[in-house]
């Protein structure tokens, strides 16, 4: 999609997972003139109902990728007027909706819209669904991935990215636990004519008690996606397909704004999903093995980054093996998790941080607000954040 022609590789990746990562780096591999399988254990492609805010550190590479006009005929623009509110509605201070130059790169997105529209960018027969890995082996030469069905593919390079419970994350790096952060997420869309009026184009989050309650358009506007964050004490599963109680939720934001009452009365049903994430790994490579996204750096929503940090983990990788040998293949893939770790490791803790300022887990709400006023340095330091810039820097150092 790019106009530029890569330079010539040979090289040959299998990507584990067709998640909205795997989808996402196999488009930039591709573009950089390698040849890409990408492996799902679905049957097929899909995600179910469910938003996702796609910020500019990530935009600005789709739009290099060549998204722009999809993304656009998809995505809902959120802007000016986008509010941190406590629990009653007052307001504590705006969202930054603009990076420092001003540029307004945000949207709120259909899950399902946004990976159909990297399925549909890639060469027919890339996906492979109904393929679960089990096994990874490699020697000096290349890397092989085995699947439950009896299949196994050979490759100059593996990434894995399949999510938070990756199966090949312990042929990587050192064994690490899922951690569960005590919350639950109930999430779901509600369409925007089924409400008299609403704070359109915005992003509201209300926070207190415990709890925090998010809203932002997706689907040019169409729909409007819902968060509500819940303390739980027992784990529970991670799936974006577990039926929630509308009634608990609607119980657990009673006393809140009246604005989240009236949405709330318009939800039939809703989805939950506990929340986990992992501490930073040790590593993420092991010789022709390497990790991407959630199964490199899971973190807990409170930022919004687990896939735009996915995005740019995968123009980070495709950037270094672009025109690169096989022999480079294990170095290269060590010199992706320097360049890329530090920014998923602070990002990682970042937002835990920020979920304790949404949920008000503090001594005195006159701090929370306090922090919450000034977290603005934080978001444009991701939002600023451009991954081409750094990898073509490092390069340059390397040269
Ligand atoms: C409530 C909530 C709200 C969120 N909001 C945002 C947001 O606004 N913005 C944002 O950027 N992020 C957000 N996130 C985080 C985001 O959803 C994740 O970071 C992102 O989905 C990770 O993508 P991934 O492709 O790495 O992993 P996944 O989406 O988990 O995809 C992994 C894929 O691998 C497949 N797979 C798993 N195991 C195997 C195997 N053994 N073999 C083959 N395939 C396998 C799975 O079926 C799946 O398709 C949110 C998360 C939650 C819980």
Known sequence: MTDRKPQKTNLRAIVVGGGMGGLA?????IQKGLDVTVYEQAPELGEVGAGIFIYPNSLRQMHRMGFEDALAKVGARVGAGSMYRRMDGSEVGPIV???????????????????????????????KCGHRATGFSQDANSATVTF???????????????????????????PSEPEYSGFRAY?????????????DETHQVWMGDGKHFMVFPVRRGELLNY????????????????????DELAADFACWDPMIGKLLDKVDH????????????KSWS????????DAAHPMLPHLGQGVNQAIEDGVALSM????????????????????????????????????????????SIEQRDHEIRNIAGLRLSLYDYDVEKEVKEAMAEMA
């Open 286 to 293: 092991n010789g022709r093995l390497t990790l991407l996204g």
């Open 270 to 281: 809703c989805f939950w999903w506990g929340l986990n994430d992992r501490r930073p790994l």
């Open 320 to 363: 270094l093996l672009e025109g690169r040998s096989s022999a480079d293949v294990p170095q290269l893939l060590q010199t992706y998790e320097r360049l890329r770790k530090p920014r998923t490791d602070m990002v990682q803790t970042e937002a835990r941080k920020n979920g304790m300022r949404y949920d008000s887990l503090y001594d």
């Open 97 to 127: 909706m603009a990076d420092s130059s001003g540029w307004n790169g945000f949207y709120g997105m259909h899950r399902a819209d946004i990976l159909e529209a990297f399925a549909a960018a890639l060469p027919p027969g890339t996906v």
């Open 227 to 246: 968060v509500g964050f819940v303390p739980m004490d027992i784990a529970t599963v991670e799936s974006w397909s577990a039926e929630g109680d509308r």
């Open 148 to 174: 439950e069905n009896g299949h196994s593919d050979t490759a100059d390079l593996i990434v894995a990215a399949d999510g938070l419970r990756s199966v090949l994350q312990p042929f990587a790096t050192e």
């Open 187 to 199: 999430r779901g869309l509600v369409e925007r004519s089924k409400l008299d009026s609403w704070y």
């Open 25 to 29: 780096a196999a488009n930039a591999l």
